[in-house]
């Protein structure tokens, strides 16, 4: 297996950039497609400057027809070749439904494995400026409920670089990876969890009093919630990262949840029907009694996103809605809540382009 060469610390951006180099430059059979590959700001700086270095019939920009790429991509899969697609916006990939679950999910099961389609499909989510209702949206959950793609949510340095590497060395299935956006400029040292990703679930941090499953960049905001917790409640937490909502470890959770008796869901998306709705049938089907208290569920507001700076922030999860649900999961009252804004005090500050 070939290996990339890494540095000990890395932001999140050049983490996927030496991804999709060591992709093209292991395998001529690799192609990346997708609007805005081949711009200046090269998808948040993840594929700048490729498009110079290996050619416009390996890096290929693509006009704003979401379907026809991704048709594109089935073409080019089974016909030998490995796709690396980029939706600059996961909201637009619904466009591209029939092709992605009617078609690049379901060829191998319909011609008795004769075509094993196999790609990775890069979708981008979370919160810029204003975006409003149609550029917000998260379906990692719509994608996790059909069988034959593998939904993958890296939320740190090191997630992305053990995914990536594998499925990039292994061309075996169909792989849809959501990216935050504001995580692309934060900084992660490599090595702290390598070697368990691949499992679908991971333990970031251990503890004793609650368990929280989070996705994406929630598992940095329930590692923060966690500590704010332990320090000002004396609640250990144990944060469990979902990396793979469709696969994930069902038992490393169950493990989780009977050790605490306590269970929060922390997602980028919305509750009904999602990621919490899943973890809590996990529990449910194996054996609920294991619970002390009611599942929490931590989500985006059920209803479209709203354009308005100060709606918006009411829209989105943050790490105050995790302590509040957290102290009324453990029974703790209400005494003191962290101070700032999670998106504007803690992440840096979103640059575009999209």
């Keep these: 297996m ?18 999709m180099n060591f992709a093209l430059e292991s395998s001529s059979e690799t192609i990346l497609i997708g609007q805005g590959i081949g711009d200046s700001k090269g998808i948040f700086g993840t594929t700048s400057g490729l498009l110079n270095k290996f050619g416009k019939k390996r890096v290929i920009e693509t006009p704003i027809a979401e379907e026809m790429m991704t048709g594109f991509a089935l073409g080019a899969s089974v016909n030998g070749l490995y796709p690396i697609m980029t939706h600059i916006r996961a909201d637009f990939s619904l466009v591209a439904m029939n092709q992605i679950v009617n078609l690049f999910a379901k060829y191998q099961y319909m011609f008795g494995g004769q075509f094993q389609p196999s790609g990775l499909i890069r979708m981008i989510i979370g919160r810029g400026w204003g975006q409003g209702a149609q550029h917000a949206q998260s379906p990692h959950s719509l994608f996790s409920h059909v069988p034959g793609i593998r939904v993958i949510m890296p939320c740190s340095v090191d997630s992305v670089i053990e995914n990536y590497q594998y499925e990039i060395n292994n061309k075996s299935r169909l792989v849809i990876s959501f990216e935050h956006r504001n995580l692309y400029d934060i900084s992660f040292k490599l090595g702290a969890n390598l070697g368990n990703y691949l499992k679908g679930s991971t ?82 089907q194996t054996d609920p009694s294991i619970l002390k208290s009611p599942i929490g569920v931590v989500s985006m507001e059920h209803t479209p996103c709203p354009t308005g700076k100060t709606l918006e922030d009411l829209f989105y999860p943050s790490v105050r809605n995790l302590v509040m649900l957290a102290l009324k999961v453990c029974g703790k009252k209400l005494e003191k809540l962290p101070e700032g804004d999670s998106y504007r005090d803690f992440y840096r500050k979103f640059k575009g382009p999209f």
């Design 2 to 19: 070939k290996n990339l060469n890494l540095e000990s610390e890395l932001t999140y951006a050049e983490a996927i950039y030496k991804c």
């Design 203 to 284: 333990v970031q941090r251990t503890g004793k009093d609650l368990t929280i499953v989070a996705t994406s960049i929630m598992v940095l905001e329930s590692i923060r919630a966690a500590e704010f917790l332990d320090v000002h409640y004396g609640i250990s937490v144990e944060v469990v990262d979902l990396t793979s909502p469709s696969h994930p470890d069902y038992k490393l959770i169950f493990e989780s949840v009977s050790k605490t008796g306590k269970l929060i869901v922390a997602d980028t998306s919305w509750a009904p029907y999602g990621v919490g709705a899943e973890i809590a049938r996990i529990i449910c």
